[in-house]
């Protein structure tokens, strides 16, 4: 991570998932590395990202042990919900399972941000990334269905970017990003990828800190996929 300075810190919310241990892992090879924090419901007591107190809690500790973090990385997100998989058509919709959804991959990481955001330095290349996915596109929408995955996402993405311009204003260095790790074999992607092309999860973890690696704060409020290309809105 050389765009990082010596001793830097880094928070991997979601270390227990398939791509959010092989970051933690990764992020933990590179030379420059300080304190890797792993944090996920399974590893960390009372942690819940559907809970704000558990949430800001988390942040109070991680402030009094470790200060500030230059890369926060939250890798959570769900698909199946109740082992119901993505919708195919309206009439599959539930309006339970929809709130889920965006329990999880949205409320939850906005929640990260109100609490999080606090723990990035004020000043130096620091980057807030979330794991968002391709379908969360509205302008790359062809195929329809996967109504609340898709809507979660997509509205996950709006987060990153009104978030970024608040975060711009104290930190002009920070980066936001939302990011696409493309399609992985992991428990999440492996009942749906069809004979799609995957990457495995260390793939993937070497793919996201590259582009991590490589961004300027030119680049914050970004939709980005594993590759560095820019998709759309």
């Known amino acids: 991570m050389k765009s990082f300075p ?11 998932g398939g791509i959010g241990s092989q ?21 960390t007591e009372d942690f819940d990202l559907t809970d704000e107190n558990s949430i800001s809690a988390a942040a109070a500790r991680l402030r009094q042990n470790h200060g500030s973090f230059q890369i926060i990385f939250c890798a959570t997100g769900v698909l199946d919900i109740g082992g119901v998989g993505p919708e195919k058509a309206l009439s599959d919709l539930d309006p339970l399972t ?13 929640l990260l941000f109100k609490h999080f955001v606090p723990l990035l330095p004020a000043s130096g290349k620091c980057v807030f990334a979330v794991l968002s996915a391709r379908v969360g596109s509205i ?38 990003l939302a990011l696409h790790p493309g399609t992985i074999e992991t428990g999440l992607s492996r009942p749906h990828a069809r004979g799609r092309f995957t990457h495995a999860p260390d793939q993937a973890a070497k793919n996201l800190l590259k582009v991590i690696d490589g961004v300027t704060p030119e680049s914050t409020g970004g939709f ?9 809105w």
């Open 224 to 232: 980005m996929a594993y590759d560095g290309s820019v998709i759309p």
């Open 6 to 16: 010596d001793g830097f810190n880094a928070l991997v919310i979601g270390s227990s």
């Open 139 to 176: 302008g790359d929408n062809r195929l329809g269905g996967w109504y609340s995955y898709r809507s979660s996402k997509a509205a996950l993405n709006q987060l990153v970017k009104s978030a970024s311009i608040e975060i711009a204003r104290n930190r002009p260095d920070a980066i936001c």
């Open 23 to 43: 970051l933690a892992s990764e992020l933990g090879s590179a030379a420059n590395h300080g304190n890797i924090v792993r944090l996920s419901r399974s590893n």
């Open 98 to 110: 929809m709130a889920s959804a965006f329990a999880v991959n949205t409320i939850g990481p906005a």
